[in-house]
């Protein structure tokens, strides 16, 4: 019981981090970035290559965060902004965003090919104080380093869009786009950060991924990218604490299925979840009550 | 020259096929979005469609055009329950419940013992051919043919520009956006049930999310305003594969990749400067070459 508890809890870490970045874009531009999974991935992948080259992991995670934030930029440029004044941009930004998943996988698959990778042995420190015991079951070290990892990125970004000047203007712009730039707000700039933010989350939830389960490949994004959306769903539009909260509810159910009913009943939860949410309650857990409209 | 073209035929007749299919399944996407609708389960409806042809021939015994009936209407029957509550999301929300219920599709057949689960069903009787399926894309696109320029046309058309003023004006927007959906999912059934028993094995996982990306990509490259556009982009974008692995030697990218990168390229290039799709390509340099 302890056990699963705790494998809940950093399941559910590693999903709130995806969800959170996702949900930005999300709630900011009422844009689904289905590029969201391929940042997650490559993000993975440039770390590996950086501990491959002898970097030490603790360099190579930020270097690889920020590379995954630089790549957002970059995705925004691209496949959004050019989109934006147009009526149906919502729809055709999902799809210029799954274009752009489509090219960066592929690139991936091109330069690394399609098998696992995984973090060269000793990536980590290991040692005898690697298994603690904690209410009733065992967690490692690095499970424990995730869970305290993600819980830092949550609170660091809780405070950027809810005290600084940056995030009171990503959220302005969330609310209305016109009405923030004629306050003054560089809208581009705003949407520009926002998807930094949001990438380099992506990219630390990915190496974080990478690190606990050590099997990497070009398509590993997929499955956290449907789950992602659960999250967002299930939390409620555009709500950061709810995206967590979510992420952490579906991580537990997750693994308590898993425990009670079989491995192949897992997925079944967060999707039927997904759906049972959006018809039921669209506003999710902790979204504000306002109609879906597009 | 007879026999060359014969030749031909024979070694393409598979892509032939399958451009067929896939037409099909990009006209299941593009009914909906024909009155502004993004719904994505034509996965989970094509997967419905599959197993119930495949089952129908299989344990059943029945003719196959009775099979594909059953294929093309049982996914309608599904649709009508599912469409009630979902069509009253909008935009990217109602994508996401429909994502949902295909994957919902997708598990709940990876769990049932009975269809093999992960495995899928495999020695279908190939009882699908060539003409069968150009017969399933010839009358579809003449029944969208015949819509466009009817009551029932423009009754679309003003859903998808704007849909409060389409009510407005008196048309029932609900009943028109639920009956394109069964008939989007109906077509989805129908390319399911000619799949299985044309490729002789279904199996959960070849209707997961990509399959209906997939889906959605033909109709978009090609053009999703005019009927027959998502036809030529399943036929661009089916034939494509093939030529870049005659490519892929030359260029030193492995034919994979460079498929997923030229598939991307093209979706890109496509969405950000040609919105109406390929088949409004002709018009675009017309019109550029009137007016320097």
């Known amino acids: 019981m302890g056990q699963q508890v705790i494998n809940g809890l950093f399941l559910g870490s590693i999903y709130a981090l995806f969800a959170l970045g996702y ?61 934006r004044a147009r009526t149906d941009s919502n729809i055709a930004g999902l799809i210029s965003s799954l274009a752009a998943a489509t090219i960066i996988e592929a690139v991936v698959l091109e330069i690394w090919g ?25 967690v490692s070290r690095l499970q424990l380093t995730i869970i305290a990892v993600a819980g830092l990125l949550v609170l660091a970004l809780t405070w950027l869009v809810q005290r600084t000047r940056l995030g009171r203007e990503v959220r302005a712009v969330a609310e209305s786009p016109r009405a923030a730039r004629v306050l003054g707000v560089d809208v581009d700039r705003a949407i520009a950060a926002a998807f930094f933010i949001s990438s380099a989350l992506g990219g630390a939830g990915g190496v974080l991924y990478g690190l606990a389960f050590n099997s990497i490949s070009p398509d590993m994004g997929r499955g956290v990218e449907l ?37 192949s009943w897992r997925d079944v939860i967060s999707f039927a979840g997904l759906f049972l949410f959006l018809v039921l309650r669209p506003r999710g857990l902790l979204g504000a009550a306002v109609t879906r409209e597009a | 020259m007879l026999e060359q073209l014969s030749d031909l035929y024979l070694t393409y007749q598979s892509t032939l096929g399958y451009i067929g299919i896939n037409a099909l ?17 034509s996965a989970g409806f094509a997967a419905l469609g599959a197993y119930a042809g495949a089952l129908a021939t299989m344990k059943a015994d029945l003719p196959f055009p009775l099979a ?3 294929s093309a209407l049982l996914p309608a029957l599904v649709a009508v329950p599912l469409g009630l509550p979902v069509l009253r999301l909008k935009g990217v929300f109602l994508a996401i419940a429909t994502i949902g219920f295909g994957e919902v599709v997708r598990l709940g057949l990876v769990n049932w013992e009975y269809v093999n689960g992960a495995q899928g069903i495999v020695a279908i009787p190939q009882k699908a051919s060539i003409w069968m399926i150009s017969l399933a894309v010839a009358v579809t696109l003449y029944v969208l043919s015949r819509v466009r320029g009817s009551k029932w046309g423009f009754a679309l058309e003003a859903i998808r520009e704007d849909e409060p003023a389409a009510r407005t004006m008196g048309i029932p927007s609900t009943r028109y956006k639920l009956a394109m959906l069964v008939l989007g999912a109906a077509l989805a059934g129908l ?24 889906m959605l990509v033909f109709a978009v490259v090609g053009g999703a305003q005019l009927f027959w556009g998502p036809v030529v982009g399943a036929g661009f974008l089916t034939v494509l594969p093939e030529v870049l692995r005659e490519v892929a ?25 040609l919105p109406a799709g390929l088949v409004s390509l002709p018009r675009r340099l017309r ?5 320097p």
Request: hydrophobic letters at 60%; proline letters at 6%; a neutral charge.
């Open chain 2, 287 to 291: 019109e550029r070459r009137a007016a």
């Open chain 1, 114 to 138: 399609p098998n696992i990778t995984r973090f060269p042995f000793g990536t980590l420190p290991e040692g005898p104080t690697n298994q603690l015991r904690l209410l009733g079951g065992t």
């Open chain 2, 25 to 41: 399944l990009a006209l299941s996407v593009y009914v909906s979005l024909s009155c502004g609708q993004l719904a994505l389960g």
């Open chain 1, 23 to 83: 949900t930005l874009v999300f709630g900011v531009l009422d844009i689904l970035n289905l590029a969201h999974a391929a940042v997650f991935m490559v993000a993975t992948f440039v770390a590996v290559a950086l501990v491959g080259h002898g970097v030490h992991i603790l360099l190579a995670l930020p270097a690889a965060v920020l590379f995954a934030g630089l790549l957002g930029l970059v995705l925004e440029r691209v496949a959004f902004r050019p989109l």
């Open chain 2, 68 to 70: 594909l009936l059953l």
């Open chain 2, 249 to 273: 030697p030359l260029v030193g990218i492995e034919p994979g990749p460079l498929r997923m990168l030229v598939n991307g390229l093209v979706l890109l290039l496509v969405i950000l400067y």
């Open chain 1, 227 to 263: 789950k992602g959306l659960a999250v967002i769903i299930l939390g409620g539009m555009g709500s950061m604490p709810g995206a967590v909260l979510a992420g952490f509810a579906l991580g537990l159910t997750e693994v308590f299925v898993v425990a009670n009913l079989g491995g």
């Open chain 2, 191 to 214: 390319a399911g049930g000619l799949e299985a028993h044309f490729t002789f094995m279904v199996a959960p996982n070849g209707f997961g999310f990509s399959r209906v990306v997939d």
